[in-house]
């Protein structure tokens, strides 16, 4: 959440600070997003089969998990090299630095001269809109990737609010954040279900997992993905 919060931050101050500036920002902090995404899916993955609401019996659900920690571990690993490689370290230096400016001696271009107020509209309003449009076209059939669109338009307008705190009235602000909140969990749900399906499938399809199990192995794992 904290990096969802600085990116719909970047993109309201797209114009008000230097345009090479925050799309570099954009582009670093949406790196360290994929960086830290595949250990994530897996720690939730592996909380999700170690919950007692699975239909799994000891024995099948020891197998997969200690297959898929041996996974985590992996993703750990390269999440590990990614945070001590130079290109993170520079991305810390240049975030603080570009945080200890003056904002008086720098500017975009368009919106400086516009109150906070004014921006956090200008920026909202279409991201509302859109993200009103897909909430109103969803259907039984609506493909994932549309789903996961919208959860991600929802993510920023939250964050949008989250970032423009102070400037609204505080019992308006929170029955939408309230709404916007119910509204993530249920998208962010299915989105996880889909990714840990995705996950099954692939461990289930994988070389080694021949090596932690017969078939049966491999097709109650299956069968977990497809529930």
Do not use: M
Request: aromatic share 4%; with cysteine.
């Amino acid at each position: 959440d904290g990096l969802g919060v600085r990116v719909v931050l970047l993109e309201l101050l797209d114009g008000v600070l230097p345009h090479n500036e925050i799309e570099h920002f954009k582009t670093e902090l949406a790196w360290l997003g994929r960086a830290t995404g595949p250990l994530r899916d897996l720690d939730v993955l592996i909380g999700w089969l170690r919950s007692p609401a699975k239909n799994l019996n000891e024995d099948q659900q020891r197998l997969v998990v200690t297959a898929l920690e041996q996974k985590r571990a992996r993703a750990h690993q390269a999440l590990a090299r990614e945070l001590t490689d130079e290109r993170f370290h520079q991305l810390i230096t240049r975030w603080t630095e570009f945080l200890a400016q003056d904002p008086l001696t720098i500017s975009g271009h368009g919106c400086s001269a516009l109150p906070l107020s004014a921006i956090v509209a200008q920026r909202g309003w279409p991201l509302y809109q859109r993200t009103l449009s897909g909430i109103e076209h969803v259907r039984n059939d609506t493909p994932a990737h549309e789903l996961h669109q919208i959860r991600i338009d929802v993510k920023k307008l939250r964050d949008l609010i989250d970032a423009a705190v102070g400037l609204h009235d505080c019992d308006d602000r929170a029955v939408a954040v309230r709404a916007l909140n119910r509204l993530q969990s249920v998208l962010g749900e299915f989105n996880d279900a889909c990714t840990q399906a995705g996950l099954l499938r692939q461990y289930a399809g994988a070389p080694d997992a021949a090596e932690h199990g017969s078939a049966w192995t491999s097709q109650t794992v299956l069968a977990l993905a497809d529930a």
